[in-house]
Every structure is written in C-alpha cells, then in structure tokens.
C-alpha cells in the first residue's frame, strides 16, 4: 500500500492500460486515475465497468494535473498523442510509455515532451492474446520484468520513481539501453510472434488438410502457437514497421539455422538432428526456474471453464 | 468400468505407455499389464513405481500370452521391436503401436506380424515435453484425439476392439488413411515442433543477447515456443528421419510465407501484415471452442508449484 504519484492518467485504455488500472488499484498506487481511449465505444466500456475515477473524451482533459501521464496506444500512435497532448502537461510530471519497440517510441515522442516534464521509455514484459479495456487484470504484471531504458541525462529521481511505480504493480525492474532492447525483444518477443503468425497462416491456408483437422488435432503442438498468433494486429503490424533493422536481422540468423536443419532431414543427418534438439533444452529448464513458467504437465489446457 | 483386453504388454515404458497404463487401471480396462524397456534403469524405476503388474527383463516375455501388445517405443525402433517379439504372439492378439508417424510404421512393422496376428497402427495426438516411466499421468488422453490408421483388409472386429480400448483410456478416436495422417502430424505437430527448437536454438546461439536475458524475458511471447521444444531428441529425430516427404513439402511452404512476411517488413507494407495477422485469429477461436485449449488468460503461467 505504497501511494506513488497522485493523478495519474492512461492514455488507450487496452490490455495494458487497464491491467495498471487494476494494479494501482490492489495496490493503492496512484490517488486518482483519469483515462482517454480513441473511440467512444472504449471509453463508454470503461466507464461502465468503472475502470477509471473519470474517462474523458479528450486526451487533453485526461492529462490535466497528472503527475504521471501512461502512452498505452499502439507504437504508431505516440507521436500524434504525444504532441496532442504536450501543451497539457504539468510541469514538473512524468510521461512513460508501454510501447513494445523503444528507438521508435523515443523519436517520435521525445521532441514533443516540454522543458520540465520528464520521459521514461518503460516495456512490461507480460500480455496476453486479449486486448481492449475488459482484457485487464491486476496480477498480469506479477513477478514479470519491466525494461526501463531511461534516455541520456534522464532525471535521475524520476526514473527511480518511475521504477518504484512498476514495483508496486507488481513487476521488477531492469534498466536496458534502447537499441540493446530493440534487439532483446526481437528474439524473445517480436520473432516469436512472426513465425507464430507464419505458422497458423500456413496452416489455414492449406488445401489438403482442413481447418478442422487442425483444430481437432491441435494439441499435438501446433495450439502452443495458436495464443500469441491471436494477439492484436495493430500493435504487431506496429511492432514489425517499427523495429524493422532488428527483427530483419533476427528473422536472417532463424531462416539460416532452419535451411541447415531442413537440410539435415533431407540427407537423413539423424546425429545432427538429435544435438540440435539436444541443446535446447537447458533454455527450457532454466525458464522454469527463474519462475517464469511452470513445470506442470499441460497445465491449464485440459478444462475449459478455468477462467 | 469396461475391461477390453485380459492381458496387455506395454513394450517401452516411456511417457505415452506409463500414461496408458494409469489410464488402464483408472478404467479398469485391462486384467493384467505386462511391461518391457530397453534399459535396466527403466525397468527399475517401472518397478519401483509400480507401473505394471510384472515389468519382464526381455520383450520376449513381456508379450507371453498377451491379447493386446502396445509398441511404445521411438518410430525408428519400431521395426527391431517387431521382429524380436513376433514368434512369440498369441494367435488372435492384436498388436498397436503409438508412433508419431505411421507410413514409415507400417512399413517398418506390418512384413514382421504374423499370420492370425492384428496390426493396427494407432496415434495419440498428446503429450507433453516430458518423458521417461515417471512422467506419465491417467488424464493425458483424456477428451483428445487418438488417430486409428487401419490398413487395407484389416479385421473389423479387431479395429473396433482398439477403438474402445483407446476411448476407455479417455480419447476420442477417427480413422484417418496412412499418407493423410503423415501429412497432417507434419502440420499440427512435426513442423510446429522444428520451428519450436529453431527458434530456441538461434535465442540460445546468439553473442548479443545472453541465455540470462531470453530466459527472464521469456514470458513476452519466446516462452511459448521452449515448452515443445523441450522435448525428447530421440523421439523427433527419428520423426523427421521418417516422415521426409510431409515435413519437406510443409517446410517448404512455412518459408515462403515467412518470405512474404519479411519482405513486406522490409518494404514498409503494414497493410499486408495487417491483414495476415487478422486471418489467424479464426484459427484460435475454433481451437477454444473446440475444447482443445483453454481462453484463460496466461493461464497456468502464473505460479510455481501448480503440479
Ligand atoms: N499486449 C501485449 O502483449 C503488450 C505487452 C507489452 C507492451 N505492449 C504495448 O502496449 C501498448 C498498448 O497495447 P495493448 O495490448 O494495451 O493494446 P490494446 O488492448 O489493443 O489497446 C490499445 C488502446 O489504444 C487506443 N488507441 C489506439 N490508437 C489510438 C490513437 N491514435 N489515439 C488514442 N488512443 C488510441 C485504443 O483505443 P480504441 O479502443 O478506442 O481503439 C485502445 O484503448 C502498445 O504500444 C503495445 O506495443 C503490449
Ligand atoms: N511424447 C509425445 O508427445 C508423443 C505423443 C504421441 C506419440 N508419441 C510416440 O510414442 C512413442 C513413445 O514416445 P514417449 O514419449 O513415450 O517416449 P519416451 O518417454 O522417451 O520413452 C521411450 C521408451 O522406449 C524405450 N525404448 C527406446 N528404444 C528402445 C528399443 N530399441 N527397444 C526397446 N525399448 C526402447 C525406452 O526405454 P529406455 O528408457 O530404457 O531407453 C523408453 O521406455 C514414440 O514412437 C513417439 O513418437 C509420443
């Protein structure tokens, strides 16, 4: 119960956004929340469901005295946002965003921030395949990493707050630099996706086999793709022009290794085959540890009413 | 309560047999369960856990009288096997195996059957990345769908006989043609399992971004890939060894749309990647409602100790 900052404003009010809400919330984070989302569908949900003391139907309103304003919108939408709402800020507040790409983010926001008003990059590392303002829920940033990657000369007060904000939503915090993150998150994040997208788009578009036999028959590995190729296609369509040099190159070092395992199958190179899926298995292991995941044998797949 | 066979020989006592032979006893489906693995340390732990009735030091005695032998072994060892026990089945037993790939099966198995012997090549489309005597559990197969692949002029009698035998472990069981079923298990399960251990192996294989880093970041998308990769290296070499054709053909595919992705990342083109990240969210949602997975969100992601 560690009060923060005291008005704080969400701007999108998607999975992100309203998980914060909740967090603040459970944990007395913040002593007011004010909100903006684009369509009035969105805000019309969340002042239904009270997720925020007020949404306002301008971003301009929703900062106006916030000591912290949350950029919660897909990448390609700072900018615009960030210089709408750059006459508004109070000074001496904070502007973080939640955005997936940082070099981007940092460019297109970082010229519009006034003198006095400080900006911290920040990326949780959690989501889900849901979006919208009812995707939320407090525990989603729980034991998860948030990246802060704080650019040069950056207040030094205001980072530390910005981390003890994310601490208590329950995150931990590590600080990166913002190419060094760009590249992280193309291998642990961005690709992932990609191929994930790649496989399910392979697979509907056969011919040969039917959708329904790949539904039917999905638990043999194919479904653990299935929950991140459902994921939002505006933020990863975002994602990819955004982060382009980093996941280009990625998506380079993954197509070589794939050519040299395809051609290990067509020669019939079985001792190549087992060392390869042999190494990869220590990554596993130590995911599980670091208690990133559990260990239980097909957890949470079996019932369907678990939610 | 139904029992279908009186004496039933598990030969190879790894994740698939031990599940079965939980499920056995849950549904009381088998009078008596008999038990063969290669090594001695295996048998051991079979003994020790109590998996079968008799765990036997030769395959030989393993199948002594049995009316149903379950071949549970790697696809590659599937052919050795055959040949050890033949001379030694009942007549009117039928035999099964449980391997991912089938037309390799039946071909590696079907000449060493004898005559008055039922062969009926069957394919649990479950599991998990564990594997070994221990990690079998009853519910594995358990509202999921065992393929029956019965070749031309098999028994009727014998067919439906394997069918209740799988439906009283828990599965739902179809039929499915031998080349079909190849193709497939490359598309749900085979190539969904290559791209897995690419994918982890190129994150484990970089300079510029440690082990340490993907393993705690993981939870933002990489993690979902770790768990099949994680799988047993025996078990997938001898898959891609033997199911050549499919994999290549379905490999070959996965690529070009991994091209056409990439290209239009690098040409800046967000409407197409738009679009291909809309059309597999169909997928997903048929998988849900088809009871295939759960909707929950990060479900069974969340804490350590859930087993
Ligand atoms: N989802 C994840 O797994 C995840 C993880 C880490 C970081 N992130 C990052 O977090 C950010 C938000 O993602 P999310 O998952 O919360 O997305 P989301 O659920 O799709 O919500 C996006 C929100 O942004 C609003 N929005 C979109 N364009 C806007 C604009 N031009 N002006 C004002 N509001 C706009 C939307 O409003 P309407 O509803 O009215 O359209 C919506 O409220 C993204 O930058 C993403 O990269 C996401
Ligand atoms: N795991 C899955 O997800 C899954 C799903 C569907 C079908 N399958 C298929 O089921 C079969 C078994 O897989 P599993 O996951 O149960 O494997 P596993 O846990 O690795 O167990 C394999 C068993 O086979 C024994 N074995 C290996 N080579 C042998 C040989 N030459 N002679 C006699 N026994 C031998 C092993 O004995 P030792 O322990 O003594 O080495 C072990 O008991 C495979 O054909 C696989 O393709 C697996």
Known sequence: ??????KVALIGLGL???SMAHAMRRGGVAAEIS???RSQATRDTARRIQLCDTVCDSAEAAVEGADLIVLAVPVGAMGVVAEAIAPHLKPGATVIDVGSVKAAVVEAVGPHVPDGVHFVPTHPMAGTEHSGPEAGFASLFDNRWTLIVPPDGADRAAVERVEAYWQALGANCERMEVTHHDLVCAVVSHIPHLIAY???GVAD???RVSDQEVIKFSAAGFRDFTRIAASDPTMWRDVFLTNKEATLEMLGRFTEELFALQRAIRTGDGEELFDYFTRTRAIRRGIIEAGQDTDAPDFGRAKKHDR
Chains 1, 2 share one sequence.
Do not use: E, F, P, R
């Not at 119960?1 to 005291?6: D, E, L, P, S, T």
């Open 1 to 6: 119960m560690a009060q923060i900052y005291g």
């Open 16 to 18: 992100i956004a309203s």
């Open 198 to 200: 790649t496989m399910v």
């Open 35 to 37: 909100g903006y989302a």
């Open 205 to 207: 578009d056969l011919s």
